[in-house]
């Protein structure tokens, strides 16, 4: 534990400047108001309207999220794997052949169906 | 193996085990030591990149405020806090507070685990200059940067506007995209400094191992990045991605989007964060590039020659000078690419560096098995037959059905064109026919100059 002691120190230490200086900005600065500038910023022409607790977006975006999650498991695989592969030799190897081929299954499957393409 | 015994002669280079053991005070002033570092760094990191910048363009650059124009960026910073905040009036108000903060705490973060130099005497204590090292340092990198990914999303989805949504969406697609290639790339480092503490990493990169080859012994450099080029090269793009660079701007792409996430973040201190952060960012994979390919601390080769050189903190100069190398590298790099397109930002991401990444990884670690495993020499030969057959068939599979694709997708633009080509009012689309009627507007009288 007591090796992430520093980490909480330093992070005190960005948090309390970081919520420093977001919280001095409404003061530092003038205050004029103008009901155009209170608008959401779309180069001039009046704003879109966007419904309550957000508006829909690309699913495409849902599915590199989800193609994201099933990379990182595997690299979360990897990483121990790479640091014991000293000691695990041929068994490792093997075993970690097996499980890329296992994942490039569904990596090749994803790319057929155009999981991967952007339109 | 072999190596590491030899190493552990050498007291300066701290392992593991030299951490933890720093009294409170001791962590607090390294800690000040790094943010203060990195608040510098920033402030010089912005002058440096524009005063380069200007030099590739033939332009000048900030050369009003201070000598050489060196406080142009606490100019900026004012001026920054001197600007109105506004809360447009659209906005979740509590996250679109909070995301600068979100994405600037991460980002500090990620420096507690970067090696600066060997073991120090700091006010008669004996400590790694290293404000800590955790047995799964990197992660802890690639952990924080995911974190970091929330504060573009919910700047992004707080703003509650067309461009900040799609900005704050597509970074974040791109930033996991090319987070799962840089996490790759790393795995070659840790097969072959076997740990993932950072500062055993820098240790292993002391000492070259050796190879035999032939029945002849080599010796193998001790900077990855010339051991492990394919892996170094994967980072360096992925490094560009990973911050949202040029040529891999596309969150910020100003024709399309306006600002990207933080379109709604007037240039008042909520922006600076997001600067800041970009900033240090920048930093913390120039940092990891050095201490996984470039040898961390350690001076490189012909001040290596000098004994002194890897010892107190002198080091610390050599990886300060390492950082501003590959710093500049970034703004070659944005002074020379152009952006390129979203689609085919995430082909590349996905569609090439993961494949090869995973081919490189399975390829060096057979290398690898391979010294190692003396006895299974033919097995293991056979097993890398076959990966590098199972590759080839792959590729030519997929290069069989890309041909098709391709194929078919021309046979369907001619086909087009040929519809088109019959439709009477667009006549030869897209090339206009000579014969077309031509509208020539009201006839008028020519009035020759100069005899009015």
């Known amino acids: 534990m007591e090796l992430y002691v520093p980490i909480l120190v330093l992070a005190v230490l960005a948090a309390g400047f970081a919520i420093f200086s977001v919280s001095i900005a409404p003061f530092t600065g003038p205050k004029r108001w103008n009901r155009a500038k209170l608008d959401a910023y779309e180069c001039g022409i009046d704003p879109t309207p966007q419904p309550v607790g957000g508006g829909r977006f690309p699913l495409k975006y849902m599915i590199t999220a989800m193609l994201f999650i099933v990379f990182d498991i595997e690299i979360i695989f990897l990483y121990p794997w790479a640091v014991a592969f000293d000691k695990l030799g041929l068994f490792g190897l093997v075993e970690m052949v097996l499980f890329i081929v296992t994942v490039l299954v569904a990596y090749a499957y994803v790319w057929r169906r155009k999981g991967l393409d952007w339109d | ?452």
Not at chain 2, 248 to 256: K, N, V
Not at chain 2, 277 to 297: D, K, M, Q, R
Not at chain 2, 320 to 338: C, D, E, G, Q, T
């Open chain 2, 1 to 452: 193996m072999r190596t590491f015994i030899a190493l552990a002669a050498n007291p300066d280079y701290p392992t593991l085990e030299d951490f933890g053991k720093d009294p409170i005070w001791i962590s607090i002033i390294k800690a000040v030591g790094i943010f203060v570092l990195l608040m510098l760094g920033v402030l010089f990191g912005v002058w440096f990149e524009r005063k380069l910048i200007s030099r590739m363009q033939h332009r000048y650059g900030p050369n009003r405020a201070g000598k050489f124009g060196l406080l142009q960026s606490v100019a900026d910073g004012l001026k920054m806090a001197l600007k109105e905040d506004i809360f447009p009036r659209t906005v979740d108000k509590v996250l679109y507070f909070l995301s600068p903060v979100i994405i600037a705490v991460p980002a500090f973060l990620a420096f507690s685990i970067v090696p600066f130099g060997p073991m120090v005497t700091m006010f008669g204590e004996r400590t790694p200059l290293q404000l800590t090292d955790l047995p799964v340092a990197v992660l802890l990198v690639l952990a924080l940067a995911s974190i970091g990914v929330y504060g573009i999303v919910l700047a992004g989805w707080a703003s509650r506007s067309p461009y900040a949504v799609l900005g704050g969406l597509r970074s974040a697609a791109q930033v996991v995209s090319y987070e799962i290639a840089m996490a790759l790339s790393f795995v070659a480092v840790f097969l072959v400094a076997g740990t993932l503490s950072t500062s055993e990493i820098v240790r292993a990169q002391s000492v070259g191992g050796t190879v035999s080859l032939f029945g002849m012994e080599f010796s193998t450099p001790s900077w990855f990045v010339i051991q492990l080029i394919p892996s170094f090269l994967i980072y360096v793009i992925c490094m560009l991605g990973e911050t949202n660079r040029v040529p891999f701007d596309l969150p910020e792409g100003e024709g399309e989007l306006v600002g990207g996430f933080h379109t709604e973040y007037s240039s008042s201190l909520k922006f600076a964060m997001f600067m800041l952060a970009e900033y240090v960012n920048i930093f913390t994979v120039s940092a990891l590039a050095i201490t996984l390919f470039f040898g961390g601390w350690q001076a490189p080769w012909p001040i290596s020659l000098w004994d002194g050189a890897n010892t107190g903190y002198w080091p610390f100069l050599w990886f300060l000078l390492k950082m501003v190398i590959v710093f500049s590298f970034f703004v070659w790099v944005r002074a020379s690419l152009p952006r390129i397109r979203y689609d085919q930002l995430m082909a590349f991401g996905w569609k090439v560096l993961i494949p090869l990444n995973l081919g490189w990884i399975l390829l060096f670690a057979t290398f690898r098995a391979l010294r190692i495993d003396e006895g299974n020499r033919t097995l293991i030969m056979t097993m890398l037959a076959f990966v590098v057959l199972a590759c080839f068939l792959i590729y030519m599979r997929f290069d069989i059905v890309a041909q098709r694709r391709k194929r078919e997708q021309e046979a369907e633009v001619a086909a087009e064109f040929e519809e088109l080509g019959n439709a009477p009012e667009a006549g030869g689309f897209p090339v206009p026919p000579l014969d077309l009627p031509h509208y020539h507007g009201v006839q008028r009288k020519e009035v020759s100059s100069g005899t009015h």
